[in-house]
Each structure stands twice: as structure tokens, then as C-alpha cells.
């Protein structure tokens, strides 16, 4: 049973790394790729395809959003919804809600072996029925789980602010990180607000669309500090928005004075310096050492010192969360000696001696 099947994702390596897998199967032909949600929406009501592997993160419209203009009442004419299979390295209420109802999703980097199960999965159900109505029903139980468990984490973390898109203070920090750092996340941004300090931490992962992503850029952009939380997880994930982040970031700096201070890489684990798959920026300037994100009071002094005001660049080496340097001690280069320079007149009597042998020479 051949399918057709239509990628979105506005990562180009994830598509190309989702096209080369499906094409081992012989089964699967490609009908098309999107790069934001919008594109989606007009490829499927064009090409009808058979599986839909929908991105949650994205410009333009995020995953809940294309499937709700979809199914919305402005879709045109009724037609089968394809399988959905969603495609995310988002959190576990994704997950979960996907579980629930029967709808699969796939996690960044790929499996192959989990691709090829969802295929299998959704080959099943289209052979079974047309998913049409009952795909359309199980959607919107999903937007509205969605929407249900985006309430709950608001009231849950009610003692954390969110995002103030429309207030932009004179001096903040941007904490950036990837979605499986949340936790560590967390702890530093509470702990640098216990401090006094302005952090932005955005803390939906499901949240997207042309306003999530206008907001990301303006307050990198903006902000006083950027904090990339470098760790085992950015190693292994080669795409993400976090990489978005950090690009717009290192970009900024390129206008800056070197004297500037503003990246303050932290890493929570044993991520060496060395090998970090980071922006050269990243490398040229100070490292913070804060394992599993736990920010001491040295740390949070030393932001509020950078933010307060003190931008010049601390000097180029790795800290602990107690701030020692592991170039503590150091034996210092030996000083230059310096010679002492010959008066003008010793160079004159020396002159005066040599051209005096040299007429006696002569007159001999």
C-alpha cells in the first residue's frame, strides 16, 4: 500500500534527515516539503496527502496551530485529514497529550526504528478507514488538551513571571536553553531573580506562531546578558530553536566592542569547554560552571554586577559556581629584563678614541 506523505518542519536538516529516511521504504513517496505552517495548510488542501509529519515549533503558524486552521471553519471544502505524525523535541505534555489520543509523534534526533513503528502504526489505521471524521474529532480533543494543559502549567508555575513581551527592561538576562534543560533552566532563573535580577525565560515550549517568535528576536536583541545553557543535550542535538537563539545572539555581538560583556555561557554537567558544538563567540569569552543549575550567591553577584552596569569582559577562562579559576595560581611569565642605555657622551669618547688610533696609525 503506497502513501503519500507531506514533511513540515522549518529546519532544512530536518527535513532533508526525515526525506532520507522515508526513502528506504519503497512504499512512501514524498509529495512535498513546507517550512512553516502556513505552507502547510495549502499543501495538504492541494496535495491531500496520506501522513502529515507536522513540527510543533514553528514561524508563521506553529503544529496546533496549522492543524486548527485545517479543521477550522474557514478549511474549504470537507476532505479526509491525513494521518497525523507529529515531529517535536518539545516536552512531555506533547507526549503525553499524542498518547492519549492515539495520535503518534516522533522525537529529535530521529530513531529510525521509531519512524518506521509510526509508519507502520499509521499504514494500519488508513488501511483500517478513512480517518477523516474521526482523525478531525481526535484533533480537536487535542487543541483542547492543549489549551487545558497550557492552564495548568500557568497556575502551577504562577510564582515564576512569564513572559512580558511588552514590558522591556533596561537591564535583563536572557536564559537560553533546550527544552530537555528546563528544570536546570529554572533553578538559575529563580535564583538570579532571588537576586534582584530581571531574567527572561520563556518557559512554554509549546507555545509558536509569528508573536512567540517576533517576542524571542526582540528581547535578544534587547537584553542586557545572554545565558546559553550549554550541556549533554545541546551536544547531541544538532537542530533546534535554541541553535536559532544563539545564532541571533552571536550575531549581535559582531556590533559590539570587544570590551562588551554579554555572553555568559553556563554549562551544567561535564560538557567540556573544548568540545562544545557552540558559536566561535561562545568560545572567546568566560565559562561558568553551574552543575544541574545550581547558581550560588558568587554567581548571582557576578550577573547583577554584569547587568548593574560592569560590561567589561572578564578575562578569558572557565569558573566554577564558587568562581575559582582553574588559572588560579599560575606561575606568571618571567619579566622582561631591560638593559640600561650608554649616555651620549660615553658614545662620544668612544668615537673620539677610535678615530685617534686611527691617526696614529696613519702617520706611522
Known sequence: MKLTALIVDDEPLARER????????????????????????????????????????????????????????????????????????????????????????????????????????????????????????????????????????????????????ASVPAHAVFLSYASQDLAAARRIGEALRAAGVEVWLDQSALRGGEVWDATIRRQIKECTLFLPIISATTQARPEGYFRLEWRLADQRTHLMSKARSFLVPITIDDTAEADADVPDSFLGVQWTRLPAGDADAAFCARVKTLVGGDASRPPHHSVSATGASPNAGAVPPPATTSHPRLPAIAWAGIAFMVLTALALLWTR
Not at 526525515?18 to 512553516?36: F, H, K, M, Q, Y
Not at 503558524?61 to 485545517?70: I, K
Open 18 to 165: 526525515l526525506r532520507t529516511l522515508l526513502g528506504t521504504d519503497p512504499e512512501i513517496v514524498i509529495a512535498g516539503e513546507c517550512s512553516n505552517g502556513r505552507e502547510a495548510v495549502a499543501a495538504v488542501q492541494r496535495l491531500r496527502p496520506d501522513l502529515l509529519f507536522l513540527d510543533i515549533q514553528m514561524p508563521e503558524l506553529d503544529g496546533f496551530q496549522t492543524l486548527a486552521q485545517l479543521n477550522g471553519p474557514g478549511a474549504g471544502p470537507a476532505a479526509p485529514l491525513p494521518a497525523i505524525i507529529f515531529v517535536t523535541a518539545f516536552d512531555q505534555h506533547a507526549v503525553r497529550a499524542f498518547e492519549i489520543h492515539a495520535l503518534d509523534y516522533l522525537l529529535k534526533p530521529l530513531n529510525p526504528a521509531r519512524l518506521r513503528a509510526a509508519v507502520a502504526r499509521a499504514r494500519e489505521q488508513l488501511a483500517k478507514k478513512s480517518p477523516g471524521d474521526d482523525t478531525s474529532r481526535r484533533i480537536l480533543e487535542l487543541l483542547q488538551e492543549h489549551t487545558a494543559a497550557r492552564a495548568r502549567d500557568e497556575e502551577r508555575f504562577a510564582s515564576i513571571p512569564p513572559f512580558r513581551p
